[in-house]
């Protein structure tokens, strides 16, 4: 009995998936603290810019100014 295009082009997702998972280097221990530090701080990041754009005072405003000059300061040394 043949099989469907639709069932070929599944086992081929599948497998080319497997393949490219297996082809993927695997990172370090340090490599995925850092890959995570990276993601927390581009995160608060994000937030505090949109914190900035909502924040009515000027203490607000200058506090979160400060803020995101140290998250990026952080992420520099990171990258």
Do not use: N, Y
């Given at each position: 009995?043949?099989r469907?295009?639709?069932?070929?082009?599944?086992?081929?997702?599948q497998?080319?998936?497997?393949?490219?998972?297996?082809?993927?280097?695997?990172?370090t221990?340090?490599?995925?603290?850092?890959a995570?530090?990276?993601?927390?701080?581009?995160?608060?990041l994000?937030?505090?810019?949109?914190?900035?754009?909502?924040?009515?005072?000027?203490?607000?405003?200058?506090?979160l100014a400060?803020?995101?000059?140290a998250?990026?300061?952080?992420l520099?040394?990171?990258r």
């Amino acid at each position: 009995m043949a099989r469907g295009f639709e069932s070929k082009d599944v086992e081929f997702q599948q497998a080319e998936a497997a393949r490219t998972r297996a082809l993927r280097r695997q990172m370090t221990p340090e490599e995925r603290a850092a890959a995570e530090r990276r993601r927390t701080i581009e995160l608060a990041l994000a937030r505090a810019r949109a914190d900035l754009t909502a924040a009515r005072s000027a203490a607000h405003k200058r506090m979160l100014a400060d803020a995101i000059g140290a998250l990026e300061q952080q992420l520099a040394r990171i990258r």
